[in-house]
């Protein structure tokens, strides 16, 4: 496996349902995001760990729950969803520096679907 | 709230012409920008960054940044009907939040055989 990757591609629950996402990257990186992208709006930061600790929450609802228990994979805990949560959620990683940014790259999305 | 604004387009150009898509962008200290190319049903794909002020070209590409008039660009020479999709814009954000991507909603743009 290269570049990063993330199953599933597809994802059909419920909104009672407790599921998981996973990401893992094969870049040596020490960053990793996870973003969700909505139909007609621009992708939205949801966490960022970095070297395994989170440093960022962007507001995210408790629903969504992140996991990092290492640089190189990244989970997100699904529970009692809304259809609203209904997306394509994309997982990146990046080198991370002090002053500025590394690129960032993207595994192929898991596209979720709340019934 | 940083912002990041792109022409929404859509932007339509014929096989072989040049495609010139804009980005203006809100933070003052921001270091660095990237342009995605995001295919539709496909993750964002990166293309280009740059960091400092001028053009920088790669291949058919070229980014060019104003940090002055906060505007970055993306040229694309000899449009193909490959080059077809969405192409987003990212900022880098400034001080705390320089691990940050601000993302622009994107261009589409279409090249037409």
């Known amino acids: 496996e290269t570049g990063v990757t993330q199953t599933p591609r597809h994802l059909v629950m419920g909104m009672t349902n407790k599921k998981s996402l996973k990401c893992e990257q094969h870049l040596g990186h020490n960053a990793m995001y996870w973003y969700k992208q909505s139909a007609k709006k621009p992708l939205e930061l949801m966490f960022v760990?970095?070297?395994?600790?989170?440093?960022e929450n962007n507001s995210v609802p408790s629903r969504f729950s992140p996991e990092c228990p290492n640089s190189s994979h990244l989970f997100l805990h699904l529970h009692t969803l809304q259809p609203e949560d209904s997306a394509l959620y994309l997982c990146?990683?990046?080198?991370?520096?002090?002053?500025?940014?590394?690129?960032?790259?993207f595994g192929p999305g898991t596209r979720l679907t709340v019934t | 709230q940083k912002e990041v604004e792109q022409n929404s387009g859509p932007l339509s150009v014929p096989e072989g012409a040049i495609a010139s898509l804009n980005c203006t962008y809100s933070?003052?200290?921001?270091?660095?920008f990237f342009w995605y190319r995001q295919y539709s049903g496909k993750s964002p794909e990166l293309i280009m960054s740059i960091y400092s002020n001028g053009d920088k070209e790669d291949g058919r590409f070229t980014a060019q940044l104003n940090k002055a008039s906060q505007y970055v660009s993306l040229l694309i020479r000899d449009s193909q009907p490959s080059d077809s999709a969405t192409y987003l814009c990212a900022v880098e954000g400034s001080g705390g939040s320089n691990y940050k991507l601000t993302f622009g909603k994107g261009t589409l743009l279409t090249v037409n055989p």
């Open positions: 933070d003052r200290g921001s270091q660095s």
């Open positions: 760990y970095n070297f395994k600790e989170q440093t």
């Open positions: 990146a990683s990046s080198r991370q520096r002090t002053g500025a940014l590394y690129e960032q790259y």
